[in-house]
Protein backbone atom coordinates (compact mmCIF):
# COMPACT_ATOMS: atom_id res chain seq x y z
CA UNK A 1 0.00 0.00 0.00
CA UNK A 2 0.95 3.50 -0.39
CA UNK A 3 1.08 6.09 2.86
CA UNK A 4 -0.43 9.36 2.44
CA UNK A 5 2.95 10.29 2.13
CA UNK A 6 4.19 8.56 -0.44
CA UNK A 7 0.38 9.13 -2.88
CA UNK A 8 1.31 12.84 -2.17
CA UNK A 9 4.91 13.20 -3.28
CA UNK A 10 3.78 10.64 -6.53
CA UNK A 11 1.27 13.17 -7.48
CA UNK A 12 2.89 16.44 -6.16
CA UNK A 13 0.17 17.39 -4.07
CA UNK A 14 2.36 18.41 -0.48
CA UNK A 15 4.57 20.87 -0.38
CA UNK A 16 8.04 20.54 -1.32
CA UNK A 17 9.06 21.02 2.85
CA UNK A 18 6.81 18.80 3.95
CA UNK A 19 8.05 15.66 1.52
CA UNK A 20 8.47 13.04 3.54
CA UNK A 21 6.82 14.57 6.99
CA UNK A 22 5.14 12.07 9.24
CA UNK A 23 1.32 13.04 8.98
CA UNK A 24 -0.66 14.02 11.91
CA UNK A 25 -3.09 12.51 13.69
CA UNK A 26 -5.61 14.63 11.94
CA UNK A 27 -4.34 14.89 8.42
CA UNK A 28 -4.51 10.71 9.18
CA UNK A 29 -7.86 11.05 10.07
CA UNK A 30 -8.92 13.40 7.67
CA UNK A 31 -6.99 12.47 4.55
CA UNK A 32 -7.81 9.08 3.26
CA UNK A 33 -4.72 7.99 0.26
CA UNK A 34 -4.70 11.85 -0.06
CA UNK A 35 -7.97 12.54 -0.35
CA UNK A 36 -10.54 13.82 1.98
CA UNK A 37 -13.14 10.68 3.24
CA UNK A 38 -16.27 13.54 2.56
CA UNK A 39 -14.78 14.25 -1.25
CA UNK A 40 -14.80 9.95 -1.60
CA UNK A 41 -18.56 9.43 -0.02
CA UNK A 42 -19.86 12.43 -2.21
CA UNK A 43 -18.37 10.82 -5.12
CA UNK A 44 -20.12 7.65 -4.48
CA UNK A 45 -23.39 9.21 -3.64
CA UNK A 46 -23.40 11.17 -7.22
CA UNK A 47 -22.45 8.42 -9.10
CA UNK A 48 -26.19 6.42 -7.89
CA UNK A 49 -27.96 9.20 -8.99
CA UNK A 50 -28.89 8.51 -12.02
CA UNK A 51 -32.66 8.86 -13.62
CA UNK A 52 -34.28 6.06 -13.48
CA UNK A 53 -32.44 4.52 -10.89
CA UNK A 54 -31.73 1.42 -12.79
CA UNK A 55 -28.03 0.36 -11.15
CA UNK A 56 -28.24 -3.22 -12.40
CA UNK A 57 -28.72 -1.65 -15.60
CA UNK A 58 -25.83 1.03 -15.68
CA UNK A 59 -23.10 -2.55 -15.58
CA UNK A 60 -25.41 -4.63 -17.44
CA UNK A 61 -27.27 -2.15 -20.14
CA UNK A 62 -30.91 -1.88 -20.54
CA UNK A 63 -31.21 -3.46 -23.93
CA UNK A 64 -31.48 -7.21 -24.67
CA UNK A 65 -28.94 -8.99 -23.70
CA UNK A 66 -27.73 -11.39 -26.73
CA UNK A 67 -25.41 -13.97 -26.06
CA UNK A 68 -25.13 -14.90 -29.68
CA UNK A 69 -23.81 -11.97 -30.39
CA UNK A 70 -19.63 -11.89 -31.71
CA UNK A 71 -17.80 -11.10 -28.83
CA UNK A 72 -20.41 -10.71 -26.12
CA UNK A 73 -19.62 -10.85 -23.27
CA UNK A 74 -22.88 -12.18 -22.24
CA UNK A 75 -22.04 -15.72 -24.18
CA UNK A 76 -19.61 -16.45 -21.38
CA UNK A 77 -23.15 -17.63 -19.98
CA UNK A 78 -24.05 -19.79 -23.04
CA UNK A 79 -25.69 -22.72 -21.75
CA UNK A 80 -24.77 -24.75 -24.30
CA UNK A 81 -21.14 -24.34 -22.97
CA UNK A 82 -21.70 -25.63 -19.73
CA UNK A 83 -18.14 -25.86 -18.35
CA UNK A 84 -16.74 -22.24 -19.37
CA UNK A 85 -20.24 -20.98 -17.62
CA UNK A 86 -19.57 -22.77 -14.65
CA UNK A 87 -16.03 -21.68 -14.59
CA UNK A 88 -16.97 -18.33 -14.66
CA UNK A 89 -19.75 -18.24 -12.00
CA UNK A 90 -17.06 -20.04 -9.84
CA UNK A 91 -14.00 -17.32 -10.29
CA UNK A 92 -16.96 -14.54 -10.06
CA UNK A 93 -18.39 -16.47 -6.60
CA UNK A 94 -15.72 -17.92 -4.91
CA UNK A 95 -13.88 -15.29 -3.16
CA UNK A 96 -10.23 -15.82 -4.11
CA UNK A 97 -6.31 -14.11 -3.45
CA UNK A 98 -3.95 -12.12 -6.00
CA UNK A 99 -1.41 -14.70 -4.79
CA UNK A 100 0.89 -16.91 -6.97
CA UNK A 101 0.36 -20.05 -6.11
CA UNK A 102 3.41 -22.16 -4.31
CA UNK A 103 5.18 -25.25 -6.91
CA UNK A 104 4.09 -27.66 -4.18
CA UNK A 105 0.48 -26.87 -4.51
CA UNK A 106 -1.48 -28.58 -7.45
CA UNK A 107 -3.36 -26.53 -9.61
CA UNK A 108 -6.79 -28.19 -8.86
CA UNK A 109 -6.68 -26.73 -5.34
CA UNK A 110 -5.09 -23.93 -6.23
CA UNK A 111 -7.25 -22.76 -8.91
CA UNK A 112 -10.51 -21.37 -6.78
CA UNK A 113 -8.57 -19.89 -3.83
CA UNK A 114 -5.41 -18.07 -5.67
CA UNK A 115 -6.36 -15.99 -8.88
CA UNK A 116 -2.80 -13.72 -9.35
CA UNK A 117 -2.48 -11.50 -12.17
CA UNK A 118 -0.98 -13.16 -15.42
CA UNK A 119 0.65 -11.45 -18.61
CA UNK A 120 -0.57 -13.45 -21.12
CA UNK A 121 -0.36 -12.51 -25.37
CA UNK A 122 -2.99 -12.70 -28.20
CA UNK A 123 -2.16 -12.23 -31.73
CA UNK A 124 -3.83 -9.93 -33.89
CA UNK A 125 -7.21 -10.76 -35.85
CA UNK A 126 -5.04 -12.97 -39.00
CA UNK A 127 -3.22 -15.06 -36.05
CA UNK A 128 -0.12 -13.01 -36.62
CA UNK A 129 1.84 -12.24 -33.65
CA UNK A 130 4.89 -9.62 -35.33
CA UNK A 131 2.27 -7.09 -37.31
CA UNK A 132 3.03 -3.48 -36.18
CA UNK A 133 6.44 -4.87 -34.78
CA UNK A 134 7.40 -0.99 -33.48
CA UNK A 135 4.49 -0.99 -31.64
CA UNK A 136 3.05 -2.78 -27.95
CA UNK A 137 -0.36 -3.04 -27.28
CA UNK A 138 -1.14 -3.77 -24.01
CA UNK A 139 -4.61 -4.48 -22.25
CA UNK A 140 -5.32 -3.53 -18.64
CA UNK A 141 -8.69 -5.31 -17.74
CA UNK A 142 -11.70 -4.40 -15.41
CA UNK A 143 -13.81 -6.81 -12.24
CA UNK A 144 -15.15 -10.14 -12.49
CA UNK A 145 -12.82 -11.02 -15.33
CA UNK A 146 -11.50 -14.42 -15.65
CA UNK A 147 -9.27 -15.98 -18.35
CA UNK A 148 -12.12 -16.15 -20.56
CA UNK A 149 -13.39 -12.30 -20.55
CA UNK A 150 -9.97 -11.56 -20.91
CA UNK A 151 -9.80 -13.65 -24.15
CA UNK A 152 -12.66 -11.95 -24.95
CA UNK A 153 -12.05 -8.59 -24.97
CA UNK A 154 -8.42 -9.22 -26.39
CA UNK A 155 -9.94 -10.62 -29.21
CA UNK A 156 -12.49 -7.83 -29.89
CA UNK A 157 -9.34 -5.24 -29.40
CA UNK A 158 -7.54 -7.83 -31.85
CA UNK A 159 -10.49 -7.65 -34.39
CA UNK A 160 -10.84 -3.90 -34.02
CA UNK A 161 -7.84 -2.86 -34.38
CA UNK A 162 -5.62 -5.22 -36.11
CA UNK A 163 -2.75 -5.46 -33.69
CA UNK A 164 -1.60 -8.35 -31.08
CA UNK A 165 -1.98 -7.58 -27.83
CA UNK A 166 -0.46 -8.28 -24.69
CA UNK A 167 -2.86 -8.87 -21.90
CA UNK A 168 -2.38 -7.78 -18.50
CA UNK A 169 -5.26 -9.70 -17.11
CA UNK A 170 -6.33 -8.29 -13.40
CA UNK A 171 -7.52 -11.61 -12.43
CA UNK A 172 -11.45 -11.36 -10.37
CA UNK A 173 -10.95 -12.24 -6.90
CA UNK A 174 -14.89 -13.21 -6.87
CA UNK A 175 -17.82 -10.23 -6.74
CA UNK A 176 -16.99 -9.87 -3.19
CA UNK A 177 -13.01 -9.24 -3.70
CA UNK A 178 -13.14 -7.27 -6.78
CA UNK A 179 -15.64 -4.49 -5.32
CA UNK A 180 -13.25 -4.45 -1.76
CA UNK A 181 -10.53 -3.73 -3.57
CA UNK A 182 -11.68 -1.42 -5.90
CA UNK A 183 -13.06 0.53 -3.15
CA UNK A 184 -9.58 0.37 -1.43
CA UNK A 185 -8.35 1.57 -4.66
CA UNK A 186 -10.16 4.52 -4.38
CA UNK A 187 -9.56 5.47 -1.11
CA UNK A 188 -5.67 4.76 -0.84
CA UNK A 189 -4.87 5.27 -4.60
CA UNK A 190 -2.86 1.96 -4.77
CA UNK A 191 -3.59 -1.94 -6.64
CA UNK A 192 -1.08 -3.73 -5.24
CA UNK A 193 -0.36 -6.93 -6.89
CA UNK A 194 -1.95 -5.91 -9.93
CA UNK A 195 0.39 -2.81 -10.14
CA UNK A 196 3.31 -5.02 -9.39
CA UNK A 197 2.62 -6.78 -12.64
CA UNK A 198 1.40 -4.01 -15.01
CA UNK A 199 4.38 -1.71 -14.39
CA UNK A 200 7.56 -4.26 -15.82
CA UNK A 201 6.06 -4.93 -19.16
CA UNK A 202 5.10 -1.34 -20.13
CA UNK A 203 8.27 0.04 -18.90
CA UNK A 204 10.15 -2.33 -20.82
CA UNK A 205 7.99 -1.61 -24.04
CA UNK A 206 9.04 2.43 -22.94
CA UNK A 207 12.86 1.67 -23.16
CA UNK A 208 12.64 -0.86 -26.06
CA UNK A 209 14.41 1.88 -29.04
CA UNK A 210 12.35 -0.53 -31.82
CA UNK A 211 9.31 0.56 -30.32
CA UNK A 212 7.50 3.99 -31.40
CA UNK A 213 3.92 3.78 -29.43
CA UNK A 214 3.24 1.64 -26.69
CA UNK A 215 -0.65 2.04 -26.59
CA UNK A 216 -2.12 1.15 -23.49
CA UNK A 217 -6.02 0.08 -23.04
CA UNK A 218 -7.56 -0.17 -20.11
CA UNK A 219 -11.28 -0.91 -19.05
CA UNK A 220 -12.74 -0.40 -15.42
CA UNK A 221 -10.57 -1.38 -12.57
CA UNK A 222 -8.08 -1.50 -14.98
CA UNK A 223 -7.85 2.54 -14.87
CA UNK A 224 -7.24 2.51 -11.47
CA UNK A 225 -4.44 0.34 -12.12
CA UNK A 226 -2.91 2.06 -15.16
CA UNK A 227 -3.11 5.32 -12.79
CA UNK A 228 -1.32 3.94 -10.03
CA UNK A 229 1.17 2.59 -12.84
CA UNK A 230 1.65 6.37 -13.90
CA UNK A 231 2.31 7.48 -10.30
CA UNK A 232 4.82 5.42 -10.48
CA UNK A 233 6.45 6.34 -13.91
CA UNK A 234 6.29 9.81 -12.80
CA UNK A 235 8.94 8.84 -10.26
CA UNK A 236 11.04 7.66 -13.07
CA UNK A 237 10.38 10.26 -15.22
CA UNK A 238 10.89 13.13 -12.37
CA UNK A 239 14.80 11.53 -11.63
CA UNK A 240 15.50 12.24 -15.32
CA UNK A 241 13.70 15.87 -15.00
CA UNK A 242 16.26 16.04 -11.74
CA UNK A 243 19.17 15.25 -13.85
CA UNK A 244 18.58 18.14 -16.42
CA UNK A 245 18.02 21.19 -13.64
CA UNK A 246 16.25 21.08 -10.69
CA UNK A 247 15.82 18.81 -7.50
CA UNK A 248 12.80 17.22 -6.25
CA UNK A 249 12.86 14.96 -3.46
CA UNK A 250 9.56 12.90 -4.06
CA UNK A 251 11.84 10.88 -7.31
CA UNK A 252 14.28 9.77 -4.75
CA UNK A 253 11.37 8.47 -2.32
CA UNK A 254 11.11 4.30 -1.93
CA UNK A 255 7.57 4.08 -3.34
CA UNK A 256 6.61 0.65 -2.97
CA UNK A 257 3.69 -1.75 -4.20
CA UNK A 258 2.77 -5.30 -3.14
CA UNK A 259 3.80 -6.51 0.14
CA UNK A 260 6.74 -4.34 1.44
CA UNK A 261 7.08 -6.57 4.79
CA UNK A 262 7.66 -9.44 2.42
CA UNK A 263 11.48 -10.10 2.45
CA UNK A 264 12.83 -10.28 -1.58
CA UNK A 265 13.39 -14.15 -0.92
CA UNK A 266 9.97 -14.97 0.19
CA UNK A 267 8.39 -14.03 -2.74
CA UNK A 268 8.87 -14.62 -6.45
CA UNK A 269 10.86 -12.09 -8.61
CA UNK A 270 7.13 -11.05 -10.41
CA UNK A 271 5.44 -10.77 -7.22
CA UNK A 272 8.39 -8.35 -5.32
CA UNK A 273 7.71 -4.89 -4.96
CA UNK A 274 8.68 -2.04 -7.29
CA UNK A 275 10.93 0.44 -6.06
CA UNK A 276 12.75 3.30 -8.21
CA UNK A 277 16.00 2.57 -7.82
CA UNK A 278 15.29 -1.30 -9.84
CA UNK A 279 14.48 1.32 -12.79
CA UNK A 280 16.43 3.25 -14.66
CA UNK A 281 14.71 7.01 -15.30
CA UNK A 282 12.56 7.52 -18.29
CA UNK A 283 13.11 10.70 -20.60
CA UNK A 284 10.63 12.79 -22.03
CA UNK A 285 11.50 10.84 -25.32
CA UNK A 286 10.27 7.73 -24.35
CA UNK A 287 7.64 9.15 -21.89
CA UNK A 288 6.16 10.68 -25.11
CA UNK A 289 5.70 7.29 -26.60
CA UNK A 290 3.16 6.68 -24.58
CA UNK A 291 -0.73 6.13 -25.47
CA UNK A 292 -3.62 5.37 -22.33
CA UNK A 293 -7.09 5.16 -23.76
CA UNK A 294 -9.22 4.87 -20.61
CA UNK A 295 -13.14 3.02 -20.91
CA UNK A 296 -14.99 3.86 -18.12
CA UNK A 297 -12.52 5.54 -16.37
CA UNK A 298 -13.29 5.37 -12.86
CA UNK A 299 -9.71 6.44 -11.27
CA UNK A 300 -9.06 9.67 -9.18
CA UNK A 301 -6.03 10.83 -10.11
CA UNK A 302 -5.07 10.79 -13.77
CA UNK A 303 -2.81 13.48 -14.48
CA UNK A 304 -0.23 14.22 -17.35
CA UNK A 305 3.33 13.45 -16.15
CA UNK A 306 4.66 16.53 -17.70
CA UNK A 307 5.40 18.70 -20.47
CA UNK A 308 8.39 18.68 -22.87
CA UNK A 309 10.15 21.92 -23.68
CA UNK A 310 7.46 22.49 -26.90
CA UNK A 311 4.35 22.33 -24.33
CA UNK A 312 2.76 19.50 -25.20
CA UNK A 313 1.57 16.98 -22.63
CA UNK A 314 2.69 13.63 -22.05
CA UNK A 315 1.76 10.84 -22.28
CA UNK A 316 -1.26 11.08 -24.43
CA UNK A 317 -4.56 10.04 -22.48
CA UNK A 318 -8.02 9.49 -23.49
CA UNK A 319 -10.96 8.42 -21.60
CA UNK A 320 -14.70 7.20 -22.92
CA UNK A 321 -17.75 6.62 -20.92
CA UNK A 322 -21.54 5.88 -21.21
CA UNK A 323 -23.81 8.57 -19.22
CA UNK A 324 -25.51 6.14 -17.07
CA UNK A 325 -22.20 3.88 -16.65
CA UNK A 326 -22.48 4.05 -12.60
CA UNK A 327 -18.70 3.26 -12.74
CA UNK A 328 -17.41 5.90 -15.48
CA UNK A 329 -19.38 8.18 -13.03
CA UNK A 330 -16.96 7.58 -10.07
CA UNK A 331 -14.04 8.71 -12.12
CA UNK A 332 -14.28 10.85 -15.40
CA UNK A 333 -17.94 11.15 -15.48
CA UNK A 334 -18.37 12.79 -12.02
CA UNK A 335 -21.44 15.15 -11.62
CA UNK A 336 -18.91 17.32 -9.63
CA UNK A 337 -15.40 16.54 -10.56
CA UNK A 338 -13.86 19.43 -8.68
CA UNK A 339 -15.56 19.30 -5.65
CA UNK A 340 -14.88 15.47 -5.21
CA UNK A 341 -11.03 15.25 -5.97
CA UNK A 342 -11.42 13.92 -9.46
CA UNK A 343 -8.33 14.80 -11.48
CA UNK A 344 -8.59 12.98 -15.09
CA UNK A 345 -6.24 15.01 -18.23
CA UNK A 346 -6.76 14.44 -21.72
CA UNK A 347 -9.71 14.82 -23.56
CA UNK A 348 -13.03 13.21 -22.39
CA UNK A 349 -15.45 11.84 -24.49
CA UNK A 350 -18.89 10.83 -23.53
CA UNK A 351 -21.91 8.60 -25.06
CA UNK A 352 -24.99 10.33 -24.26
CA UNK A 353 -27.96 8.58 -23.46
CA UNK A 354 -26.13 5.08 -23.26
CA UNK A 355 -26.21 2.07 -20.18
CA UNK A 356 -23.92 -0.35 -19.87
CA UNK A 357 -20.44 -1.12 -18.46
CA UNK A 358 -19.22 -4.16 -20.36
CA UNK A 359 -15.87 -3.10 -22.58
CA UNK A 360 -17.38 -5.46 -25.53
CA UNK A 361 -20.84 -5.22 -25.45
CA UNK A 362 -21.38 -1.44 -24.03
CA UNK A 363 -18.04 0.11 -25.69
CA UNK A 364 -16.33 -1.30 -28.48
CA UNK A 365 -19.43 -2.40 -30.33
CA UNK A 366 -20.44 1.02 -30.53
CA UNK A 367 -17.16 1.97 -31.86
CA UNK A 368 -17.24 -0.47 -34.35
CA UNK A 369 -21.00 0.00 -35.75
CA UNK A 370 -20.23 3.96 -35.79
CA UNK A 371 -16.62 4.15 -37.12
CA UNK A 372 -15.50 0.71 -38.85
CA UNK A 373 -15.96 0.98 -42.43
CA UNK A 374 -15.41 -2.80 -44.11
CA UNK A 375 -11.30 -2.78 -44.68
CA UNK A 376 -11.05 0.95 -44.64
CA UNK A 377 -7.66 1.68 -42.46
CA UNK A 378 -8.40 4.38 -40.21
CA UNK A 379 -12.03 5.82 -39.05
CA UNK A 380 -15.20 6.02 -40.72
CA UNK A 381 -15.51 9.70 -39.99
CA UNK A 382 -13.68 12.39 -38.69
CA UNK A 383 -16.07 12.97 -35.83
CA UNK A 384 -15.93 11.21 -31.91
CA UNK A 385 -19.24 9.31 -33.30
CA UNK A 386 -20.73 7.78 -31.07
CA UNK A 387 -19.34 10.11 -28.63
CA UNK A 388 -19.10 13.69 -27.97
CA UNK A 389 -16.15 15.15 -26.72
CA UNK A 390 -16.85 16.88 -23.15
CA UNK A 391 -13.89 18.26 -21.92
CA UNK A 392 -12.19 20.40 -24.65
CA UNK A 393 -8.37 20.47 -24.46
CA UNK A 394 -7.31 23.21 -26.86
CA UNK A 395 -6.10 20.53 -28.97
CA UNK A 396 -7.27 20.05 -32.04
CA UNK A 397 -6.54 16.40 -32.44
CA UNK A 398 -9.15 15.64 -29.77
CA UNK A 399 -11.72 17.12 -31.76
CA UNK A 400 -11.58 13.32 -33.40
CA UNK A 401 -10.63 10.30 -30.89
CA UNK A 402 -6.79 9.55 -31.66
CA UNK A 403 -7.52 5.60 -31.17
CA UNK A 404 -9.90 5.73 -33.90
CA UNK A 405 -7.25 6.49 -36.10
CA UNK A 406 -6.05 2.76 -35.49
CA UNK A 407 -9.22 0.99 -36.73
CA UNK A 408 -8.51 -1.97 -39.03
CA UNK A 409 -4.63 -1.34 -38.61
CA UNK A 410 -4.81 2.43 -39.26
CA UNK A 411 -2.00 4.57 -38.44
CA UNK A 412 -2.20 8.03 -35.76
CA UNK A 413 -0.43 10.97 -36.71
CA UNK A 414 2.92 10.73 -34.85
CA UNK A 415 3.78 12.58 -31.48
CA UNK A 416 7.00 13.92 -31.87
CA UNK A 417 9.36 16.23 -29.21
CA UNK A 418 10.36 19.67 -30.35
CA UNK A 419 9.80 18.29 -33.71
CA UNK A 420 11.89 15.87 -33.75
CA UNK A 421 11.40 12.24 -34.11
CA UNK A 422 11.81 9.61 -31.47
CA UNK A 423 15.28 7.92 -32.06
CA UNK A 424 15.05 4.80 -34.31
CA UNK A 425 11.32 5.91 -35.26
CA UNK A 426 9.54 4.91 -38.24
CA UNK A 427 8.25 6.59 -40.46
CA UNK A 428 4.39 7.55 -40.22
CA UNK A 429 3.56 4.97 -43.06
CA UNK A 430 5.47 2.03 -42.09
CA UNK A 431 3.62 -0.61 -40.19
Same mark, same amino acid.
Given at each position: ?? #???????????? +? #??????????????????????????????????????????????????????????????????????????????????????????????????????????????????????????????? %???????????????????????? %???? #????????????????????????????????????????????????????????????????????????????????????????? +????????????????????????????????????????????????????????????????????????????????????????????????????????????????? #???????????????????????????????????????????????????????????
Amino acid at each position: MI #SPNDWAAATGDL +P #SERLGSVPSQREWDDVVGGREFGELVRGVRDALDIEPPLWLGSILGVSPWLPLKRFSEFGLLDPSRPVRAATYLADILVPSLPLTPPAWLPQAIAWPFLHPTRIRQRPDHNGSWISHPREAWLFVNG %ILTNDAVAELNAAYLAYLFHRPIT %IVQN #STGGAAGDLFECALDKAFGATGEAATKAFPPIYDALKDPDKDRVVVIAHSQGTIITSVVLRFMKLLHQRHRDAHGGAAPAARRELRFGR +PEAEPEDVLPDAMPLAPTDFDALTDDEVAKLEVYCFANCATQMPYLGTTVDGRPIPWIESYGNQFDIVARLGMLAPNRDETGVVIDGPLYERRGAWGHLLNDHYLRGIEQAQK #SGRKRGPKTESADPYVLISPTGDPDAESPRLFHYINGGLAPRRTINETAVPGAATDGAA
